[in-house]
């Protein structure tokens, strides 16, 4: 009998959960009335290109990976003899790395120019959180008056999977950034910037296209950005 076992607790992500819970379970589905050890390469690899039929490579390799650890996992805890079907040189080629993108690095006199141009007091405000102080566009959208701290801002379940962060920032952006909660009488526990990730998305590409730079939006959307000041 298969059973499911818990291998994300080092990094309790809700996507790494997401994934694994979808990839175990079918498999456990499909398998789970058979002993682990009699499940053979070729059926491992018939069950992993029905799960990842019409993916990107990305997708592909990340439940190909699931799958992988689970095996591990249950070599590393009780079955020695088992073997990893998903080590066999077929399997690995053809859930391979997909191939690394190579970003085109913006300067920060360009990032610099593209905020002054920025005349709407919200999507500048977005933009030096996003470009200057790392933030992910999800935690800017996310931000509300009660997030603020002395020279920072607590970001509230964040992408690492810690409990929380802290990001520090200028005191002249921190003073701006209240002015603004004040000056549209936003609530304490409101979102600052009640607008959509699709909406953020396109204002950050039209700052962008200020300077007729296309790869700025997948730089600060993609969070390509350093994060220089959190902890």
Request: with cysteine; glycine share 4%; charged share 25%.
């Amino acid at each position: 009998m298969i059973s499911i076992c818990s291998i994300t607790r080092p990094t309790p992500k809700k996507n790494t959960v997401k994934t694994c819970e979808f990839v175990l379970s079918r498999f456990n589905a499909q398998f789970g009335k058979r002993d682990l050890a009699s499940v053979s390469q070729e059926e491992v690899l018939e069950f992993l290109l029905s799960l990842t039929k019409n993916n990107k490579q990305a997708t592909k390799r990340n439940r190909y990976s699931v799958l992988a650890s689970f095996y591990n996992f249950s070599i590393n805890t009780g079955f020695l003899a088992l073997t990893n079907p998903c080590n066999s040189s077929v399997i690995r080629k053809i859930f391979k790395h997909p191939q690394a993108i190579q970003w085109n690095i913006v300067d920060k006199e360009t990032i610099d120019e593209i905020i002054f141009r920025t005349m709407i007091t919200r999507n500048r405000l977005m933009l030096e959180l996003m470009a200057r102080e790392g933030m992910r566009v999800g935690e800017v959208l996310n931000l509300t008056p009660a997030d603020f701290q002395e020279r920072a801002l607590a970001i509230k379940n964040p992408k690492s999977g810690r409990v929380g962060e802290t990001v520090y920032v200028p005191r002249k952006i921190l003073v701006r950034l209240t002015d603004y909660v004040k000056a549209n009488e936003i609530g304490k526990s409101d979102r600052i910037f009640p607008i959509s990730y699709v909406a953020a998305w396109s204002m950050v590409k039209k700052g962008g296209k200020l300077v007729t730079i296309s790869s700025f939006v997948l730089i600060i959307c993609g969070g390509m950005q350093q994060p220089m000041h959190r902890c």
